[in-house]
């Protein structure tokens, strides 16, 4: 899982219309979302490029961090859940001869 994961972030990147050097915003610019009919896609695309309402703009490798914790923390959820249910679990008993 976290191998797939870390191509499909390295291809996403590698695939993004601009590059860390560039203003997001120049790239933002371009794209024509009718905001009467998608305010909510409208109003995450202004914070997610031009990070007027962060304390930075768009950075990819935070995203990258995000997604990578919360993985990592749903595999550790569920080998404790997997270790907590092993112990729980009754061992079959050796068959009885009649």
């Known amino acids: ?6 191509y ?10 601009f590059s860390a050097e560039d203003e997001t915003d120049d790239y ?3 794209l024509d979302v009718p905001m009467a ?9 202004l914070e997610f490029f031009d990070g007027k309402d962060r304390d930075s703009t ?3 490798a935070d995203e990258f961090t995000i ?3 919360l993985i990592l923390d749903a595999i550790e959820q569920r080998h404790a859940r ?3 249910d092993a ?12």
């Open 37 to 45: 009919e998608y305010p909510h896609l409208a109003r995450m695309m």
């Open 67 to 69: 997604g990578l914790t």
């Open 87 to 98: 112990r729980q679990t009754p061992r079959d008993s050796a068959p009885t001869e009649a």
């Open 8 to 17: 499909g972030v390295a291809v996403t990147e590698q695939s993004l219309p």
């Open 28 to 30: 933002a610019a371009t």
């Open 82 to 84: 997997d270790a907590r």
């Open 58 to 60: 768009y950075e990819f």
């Open 1 to 6: 899982m976290i191998d797939a994961y870390v």
